[in-house]
């Protein structure tokens, strides 16, 4: 079994910056890809960033140049540092563990972030 477990949301006004971090402890398979994930009030989730154990990364388009994710393989934690931050980027943020396509863990608690002025 996988625990994931999010921190580092908050409110902040447009345009400021939040770095969100995740602890991924248990049965953890490798090589495997550590996601961001964000889910609005009213809307699915989505994968918003992406990076692999080799560091390849991924983003989607509306967060690119603005979003930089990143891990630290041996402890099993990834980050995603948030600047330039819109209104539309407001949702509840989680992470998860991918193998071949599948996810690893069950959802955690995720971590708020509301950006407002």
């Known amino acids: 079994q996988v625990q994931l477990v999010e921190s580092g949301g908050g409110l902040v006004q447009p345009g400021g910056s939040l770095r969100l971090s995740c602890a991924a402890s248990?049965?953890?398979?490798?090589?495997?890809?550590m996601v961001w994930y964000r889910q609005a009030p009213g809307k699915q989730r989505e994968s918003v960033a992406g990076?692999?154990?080799?560091?390849?990364?991924s983003y989607v388009d509306s967060v690119k140049g603005r979003f930089t994710i990143s891990r630290d393989n041996p402890k099993n934690t990834v980050h995603l540092q948030m600047n330039s931050l819109k209104p539309e980027d407001t949702a509840v943020y989680y992470c998860?563990?991918?193998?071949?396509?599948?996810?690893?863990?069950?959802w955690g608690q995720g971590t708020q972030v509301t950006v407002s002025s």
């Open positions: 998860n563990v991918e193998v071949d396509g599948a996810l690893l863990g069950p």
């Open positions: 248990g049965r953890i398979f490798s090589p495997n890809t």
């Open positions: 990076i692999s154990s080799a560091g390849r990364v």
